[in-house]
């Protein structure tokens, strides 16, 4: 990762309006800001969440509060509870999420 042209800046995510992305299942609520090529998320689950579509796209992800269920297109399924993150690159593991019981995130893409 090479973090261009970015001055020091503080984000307030508080301030950084919402955009809901419906799922199969319940919603996606993300706080985004762009850096460059870099998107940086907080990212809200609801309860019974469940991802419309595999992604490909990488991502560095921490699970701020909850628990989710990552889902590889293999059938390999992990568990990731709060304090725990996950990283993976572009077009190496395709994956979905659900969050049975909501979940709240730091997303890095």
Known sequence: MRLEDTPF???TWAAV????HPGANGVARWRSCQFGHLRVRMVEYSPGYRADH??????????????LVTELSDGTVYTIPAGSSYQVGDDLSAHRSTAP???RLFVVD
């Open 101 to 103: 019981r909501g979940a």
């Open 17 to 20: 309006p919402v955009v809901e």
């Open 9 to 11: 800046d503080v984000t």
């Open 54 to 67: 595999w992604c490909t796209r990488g991502h560095i992800l921490l699970v701020l509060e909850g628990e």
